[in-house]
């Protein structure tokens, strides 16, 4: 089984319009409500993936119950309400446009603590985790980092898809795998890396004080795979248009599954892999889900290069 966390979870909104203008009334041609949160995404792709996974994290009552009909769930009640995320996805060209509530604060003084025991609890039946998404108020920035640090000293393969000071500390975990996007890339390590060369530069510290993997994900530039045994970079050959809403919780779906299955890891099939999922999720309009048969045609496509030592240097 594949676990992953979800502090602060979501009801996802699809605003599908023809052609969406700013100032402007628009007629909405349909309307989608499911649950989501960067953790739940990743469960249902994992699901979709052929993998056992099951979500926790904090909620309400209202939204464990909606999504314990759809995945296994064990989440901590210690959410007064949950946020919701509006998407706004034109069907003129598949441009998606995202409103992002900040969602309610944690009030129950022993909530870290209760899902801290919850996910300890279950390591001895899991073979990857995932912890992924933004804190809701009153949650320390370190319990990511924290419960990443408790499952990697168990020997589970763990990714941090994480933000800001949550995402600094779990840096500090060795052994913990990062799937940072541009931006929390450079709030990550005070640098603003272009090239590929740039970004290994900027995360060789990062390795060097203990972290196993870094995956840069860069939108439609592909990904970067950087570890102690070297680097790649991966990409479409061509662009795909749509909505890039949960296209990172999708490549965390499949570098999960990929390092759940033990072993050496294969980084360069891994990133292939995370490449075509992450593609795959950006033509469908919602988060969380990805066209199968889309995936299985374009991972041959992938164009992977394996940086050169003198890069890396």
Same mark, same amino acid.
């Given at each position: ?10 009801y996802d909104?699809?605003y599908?319009v023809?052609r969406f203008?700013r100032g402007?009334?628009? #007629?909405? #041609? ?5 649950i989501?949160g960067?953790?739940?995404? %990743?469960?249902?792709?994992l ?7 099951r979500?926790?994290?904090? @909620?309400d009552h209202?939204?464990?119950?909606a ?5 296994p %769930?064990?989440?901590?009640h ?10 706004i ?8 446009t995202?409103?992002w ?10 909530a870290?603590e209760? &899902?801290?025991i #919850? %996910?300890?609890g ?5 073979? =990857? ?6 804190l809701? =108020? =009153?949650?320390?920035?370190?319990l990511?980092?924290?419960i990443? #640090?408790?499952?990697?000293e168990? =020997?589970?393969?763990?990714?941090c898809? +994480?933000d800001?000071?949550?995402l600094r &500390?779990?840096a500090? !975990?060795?052994g ?5 996007n541009?931006e929390?890339?450079e709030?990550?390590?005070?640098? +603003?890396? +272009? ?5 290994v530069?900027?995360?060789?510290p990062l390795?060097?004080?203990g !972290? ?19 680097a ?8 795909? @248009?749509?909505?890039p ?9 499949? *570098?999960?599954? @990929? ?11 891994i990133? *292939?892999?995370? %490449?075509?999922?992450?593609a $795959? @999720?950006?033509?469908?309009?919602? $988060?969380?889900?990805?066209?199968r048969?889309?995936?299985t ?5 992938? +164009? ?8 890396t240097a």
């Amino acid at each position: 089984m594949i676990l992953t966390v979800t502090m602060n979870p979501a009801y996802d909104m699809t605003y599908r319009v023809e052609r969406f203008e700013r100032g402007q009334a628009h #007629r909405v #041609r349909s309307v989608e409500q499911r649950i989501g949160g960067k953790g739940i995404n %990743v469960t249902r792709v994992l699901n979709q993936l052929g993998k056992y996974a099951r979500a926790t994290g904090f @909620a309400d009552h209202a939204f464990a119950a909606a999504a314990e009909l759809e995945m296994p %769930v064990d989440f901590v009640h210690a959410l007064p309400w949950v946020r919701r995320t509006v998407v706004i996805s034109e069907s003129d060209d598949g441009t998606a446009t995202a409103l992002w509530e900040p969602g309610a604060r944690v009030s129950n003084p022993h909530a870290a603590e209760q &899902l801290t025991i #919850r %996910v300890a609890g279950l390591l001895p039946d899991i073979n =990857g985790l995932v912890i992924s998404g933004s804190l809701p =108020g =009153g949650i320390d920035s370190g319990l990511p980092a924290e419960i990443a #640090r408790i499952a990697v000293e168990a =020997g589970i393969p763990t990714i941090c898809d +994480v933000d800001g000071e949550a995402l600094r &500390l779990s840096a500090e !975990v060795s052994g913990v795998v990062l799937m940072p996007n541009t931006e929390e890339l450079e709030r990550l390590t005070g640098l +603003v890396p +272009v090239t590929p060369a740039e970004v290994v530069h900027a995360v060789r510290p990062l390795l060097e004080r203990g !972290v196993r993997a870094i995956i840069a994900t860069r939108g439609a530039e592909g990904m970067i795979a950087i570890t102690p045994e070297g680097a790649w970079v991966a990409e479409l050959p061509e662009v795909l @248009a749509g909505n890039p809403t949960g296209a990172g919780d999708s490549a965390a779906a499949a *570098v999960i599954a @990929a390092l759940s299955e033990r072993g050496e890891p294969d980084w360069p099939a891994i990133l *292939v892999n995370a %490449v075509a999922t992450s593609a $795959a @999720a950006v033509v469908i309009p919602v $988060a969380g889900e990805i066209d199968r048969c889309l995936r299985t045609r374009i991972a041959p496509t992938v +164009v992977v290069e394996k940086l050169t030592q003198t890069t890396t240097a």
